[in-house]
């Protein structure tokens, strides 16, 4: 019940919410302040929601009289979701037409996204960058990104497209699940936007919606393992 809360706090995308532990619920602050540190738990939440739901910091206020408050501090701000769903909506509406199938809707989406923007090794390897290349920002803006900028990016799309997604997190990486014709598939527009020694953009669709068997393979092969994740949290893939 407390990860639901915490959930469904975030998925409102609401800013705080204060709730109340139960009298006989004996446990209740210790099991709070469990969840409140438990940063792993709460960083997969984040994968569940819209990106512009997501959050920067959380954190857990509470009591001994058993009142506990819950204070997000989003990802994006009110006026960057305005500026960013607009830019959204011009870059589809520039690519995108009424006679392609929702497939080749995505396709194209991650071909331009690809197309105008390289990885950010400096931010990748150092955490330093004057890009914003972890956020949509830095894909719109400044066209540099890591993967969480290219995922949140690919997101909001695919919600604009009306088709049920969310984002799967190892522990090094982070790329979209995409539910498609009544399965599940993996998108990955990080991989697919290599790093070459020649510094020439390259666009490969090598992980674009493969099956958890196509992705399995390709992380034996490339022997990086970047995509092994907990599939006790993302179910929809299986066991």
Same mark, same amino acid.
Request: hydrophobic share 35%; charged share 30%; glycine share 4%.
């Given at each position: 019940?407390?990860?639901?809360?915490?959930?469904?706090?975030?998925?409102?995308?609401?800013?705080?919410?204060?709730?109340?532990?139960?009298?006989?619920?004996?446990?209740?602050? *210790?099991?709070?302040?469990?969840?409140?540190? *438990?940063?792993?738990?709460? &960083?997969?939440?984040?994968?569940?929601?819209?990106?512009?739901?997501?959050?920067?910091?959380?954190?857990?206020?509470?009591?001994?009289?058993?009142?506990?408050?819950?204070?997000?501090?989003?990802?994006?701000?009110? %006026?960057?979701?305005?500026?960013?769903?607009?830019?959204?909506?011009?870059l589809m509406n520039d690519n995108l037409n009424e006679y392609m199938s929702l497939k080749e809707k995505i396709r194209t989406m991650h071909d331009v996204i690809i197309k105008n923007t390289k990885y950010d090794e400096?931010?990748?390897?150092?955490?330093?960058?004057?890009?914003?290349?972890?956020?949509?920002?830095?894909?719109?803006?400044?066209?540099? &990104?890591?993967?969480?900028?290219?995922?949140?990016?690919?997101?909001?799309?695919?919600?604009?497209?009306?088709?049920?997604?969310?984002?799967? &997190?190892?522990?090094?990486?982070?790329?979209? &699940?995409?539910?498609?014709?009544?399965?599940?598939?993996?998108?990955?527009?990080?991989? *697919?936007?290599?790093?070459?020694?020649?510094?020439?953009?390259?666009?490969?669709?090598?992980?674009?919606?493969?099956? *958890?068997? %196509?992705?399995?393979?390709?992380?034996?092969?490339?022997?990086?393992?970047?995509?092994?994740?907990?599939?006790?949290?993302?179910?929809?893939?299986?066991?």
């Open positions: 019940d407390l990860v639901e809360i915490f959930y469904t706090t975030l998925d409102n995308g609401w800013d705080e919410f204060t709730f109340y532990c139960d009298a006989d619920y004996e446990e209740c602050l *210790d099991d709070v302040t469990d969840l409140s540190y *438990d940063e792993k738990l709460l &960083a997969e939440m984040n994968n569940f929601v819209h990106p512009y739901n997501s959050y920067s910091t959380i954190k857990t206020l509470y009591d001994d009289t058993g009142e506990i408050t819950i204070q997000v501090d989003r990802l994006y701000s009110d %006026e960057e979701v305005v500026q960013i769903d607009k830019d959204i909506e011009i400096e931010k990748a390897n150092t955490n330093n960058s004057i890009y914003d290349s972890a956020r949509i920002n830095g894909v719109l803006y400044d066209h540099y &990104a890591i993967c969480s900028g290219y995922t949140d990016t690919m997101a909001v799309i695919l919600d604009k497209l009306g088709v049920k997604n969310f984002k799967v &997190a190892s522990d090094v990486h982070v790329w979209n &699940a995409v539910y498609l014709d009544n399965k599940w598939y993996h998108l990955d527009l990080t991989w *697919d936007d290599p790093i070459t020694s020649s510094g020439r953009d390259v666009l490969v669709d090598t992980y674009f919606l493969i099956d *958890d068997v %196509e992705l399995y393979k390709l992380d034996i092969e490339t022997k990086e393992r970047e995509h092994s994740f907990n599939r006790d949290i993302y179910l929809e893939f299986g066991k």
